[in-house]
Structures are given as structure tokens and as C-alpha cells.
């Protein structure tokens, strides 16, 4: 059996992310708005993802997805108060859309994603097509719980716990059955 190292990391407010033979054991922190106006739209360019859930239990999810022309294999946690674990790897693109058409959930999730730099953070703003079309909202990662960031304009209401916009329920009951 091979002999396993971990290398700590440092890390804001004294969390540690674990490097495991260089593969990167990450903890996602995120919050979700609605939209309110489009002036984001003038800040933004858009990359195409289409994804789907090969898993999609509480507390565990496992996703598939293109991003244009590359294809990622992401594993989720349960989230505990901000904060849940996220591996992500990068699979071949054929493999990618192999998984989307063969087995996973259906109907895929379909969006552009606009990225748009605000006061030190990138937010991204997720446009949904398909079964979820004219769904529109935002989501920021921060590096820690708690941590601080300026909101812009055109940010509204967060609906970071409310579980009708996670993209894994928008498999089962999508946008345009609410």
C-alpha cells in the first residue's frame, strides 16, 4: 500500500485545506441572490455549462459538467452552517457528455455563467435555459465563514438556504413548474 502525506496549507482564519498526492480537498462557502435589475449584464461574458447529477441525495451530491469544451467530475458534502466540501476534477470531454447523456438525471441543467469582478470578489451570475429558462440569480464564494463583501446594485434578496435554487432540485422540480 502506498505511504499517503498530507502538506497543511495556510489558510484564512486558521482553517487548513489538505493536500492529498496534490489533489486539492477544498471547502466551498457560498451565497445566493436573486437579480434585480440587468445592468450586470454590460460587466459579464458567458461561458456555457450543462450539467447533471449522477447522485443528488442530501447531504452528498455528484455532479457532471461541460464547461464549453472541457468536462468536470465535482463531488459536494453537506453543508454545516456556511461551509461544505467540494472536490472537483477535470475528466475528458467525451467522458463528460458520455455521463450527461447516459446516466445521469434528467432534465440537464443548461445555463451561461457570467463572471463579474466587484469590489475584490467575482461574482457569477447564472442565466438557465431549458426546462429552467428565465431563472436568473447570483452566487459569491468567500474564503471564510463571516467574511465580509460589498454588494452591487443590482444584487437582491439572498436565497442562499432556500433549497428550490439548488441546481440539483432544479432537476426535479425545475424552475418552470414552481
Not at 500500500?1 to 495556510?10: E, Y
Not at 455532479?63 to 466540501?85: M, P, S
Not at 441543467?109 to 431563472?135: H, M, S
Request: proline content about 5%; aromatic content about 12%; hydrophobic content about 35%.
Amino acid at each position: 500500500m502506498p505511504h499517503l502525506t498530507f502538506q497543511p496549507l495556510s489558510w484564512p482564519k486558521n482553517d487548513i485545506t489538505l493536500y492529498l498526492r496534490g489533489v486539492n480537498m477544498a471547502k466551498e462557502i457560498e451565497k445566493k441572490f436573486l437579480i434585480t435589475s440587468e445592468e450586470w449584464r454590460e460587466l459579464a461574458r458567458g461561458k456555457q455549462y450543462r450539467q447533471g447529477y449522477l447522485n443528488k441525495e442530501k447531504g452528498r451530491t455528484v455532479r457532471v459538467r461541460t464547461i464549453n469544451d472541457k468536462g468536470f467530475i465535482t463531488i459536494k458534502g453537506a453543508v454545516r452552517g456556511e461551509t461544505r466540501l467540494e472536490f472537483e476534477y477535470e475528466i475528458p470531454l467525451e467522458d463528460a457528455r458520455e455521463l450527461l447523456r447516459e446516466l445521469c438525471h434528467k432534465p440537464l441543467i443548461e445555463k451561461t455563467r457570467y463572471k463579474i469582478p466587484f469590489a475584490g470578489f467575482t461574482w457569477e451570475v447564472d442565466e438557465f435555459a431549458g426546462e429552467n429558462e428565465g431563472l436568473i440569480f447570483a452566487e459569491i464564494e468567500l474564503s471564510y465563514e463571516g467574511e465580509k463583501f460589498s454588494i452591487p446594485d443590482w444584487i437582491g434578496n439572498e436565497v442562499t438556504g432556500d433549497p428550490k435554487y439548488y441546481n440539483a432540485n432544479l432537476v426535479t422540480t425545475p424552475y418552470r413548474d414552481w
